[in-house]
């Protein structure tokens, strides 16, 4: 590209810089409301233990237990056993620990889309740990604390704000790349401003050509 037409299409990208920007932040909120409007509710439901010796190093191996394929069917089979077995979103849920630092408490999480149905998946995960981890780890020695009593709606905010700046940044660069380069090798003279501004001459007349 040559010298005067970079000097044109940076012209051009400030030019266009605020529709771009402005196209942005419209589909960004698009976004936003579509996100709010398709993505369901999920729902957190805790349980506490406590870890009963001094050997908390264990709990960090615990949550390895908890994505095993062991684990995990053990947990199916008590939700097919269940009330909850011809719950067509039976599947849709998910199992995490979490832990303090130097902590012997823990707590085993679960969220999915009903809030009935993640009090019951912590629980039954909860006595299913406990039943089972020392056949996987031996040192492990756990107690419950406390039961999943309630469930807690998960906040969206941060994946839509996620969504929020993808969407912004992609439409604000295809705007705005688009834009400059589809008038730059248009050569098209859309107004005095553009010529002056853009081009940088300014307009001493006009005149038509005839056959």
Do not use: C
């Not at 492990?140 to 704000?161: D, E, F, H, Q, Y």
Request: aromatic residues 12%; positive net charge; glycine residues 6%.
């Amino acid at each position: 590209m040559s010298t005067w037409k970079q000097i044109i299409l940076f012209k051009l990208l400030k030019r266009n810089f605020f529709k771009s920007l402005l196209t942005g932040l419209v589909f960004a909120v698009i976004g936003i409301g579509l996100g709010i409007f398709v993505k369901p509710a999920t729902y957190e439901s805790s349980g506490q233990m406590v870890q009963n010796d001094n050997n908390y190093g264990l709990i960090n191996s615990y949550g390895q237990y908890l994505t095993s394929a062991e684990y995990k069917s053990k947990l199916q089979a008590e939700i097919d056993q269940s009330s909850w077995k011809n719950y067509s979103k039976k599947d849709d849920y998910s199992v995490s620990i979490s832990t303090g630092t130097s902590s012997p408490f823990f707590s085993i999480n679960i969220i999915s889309p009903n809030p009935s149905y993640s009090i019951f998946l912590a629980n039954h995960a909860m006595s299913l740990f406990i039943s089972n981890i020392g056949k996987y780890l031996s040192g492990a020695n756990v107690s419950l604390v406390n039961n999943a009593k309630k469930s807690t709606r998960v906040s969206i905010k941060r994946s839509l704000m996620a969504i929020a700046m993808t969407v912004f940044v992609v439409v604000f660069f295809l705007v705005l790349i688009i834009s400059s380069f589809r008038q730059l090798m248009l050569g098209k003279v859309k107004s005095d401003d553009y010529l002056r501004s853009v081009v940088g001459i300014n307009k001493i007349g006009t005149f038509d050509i005839k056959n």
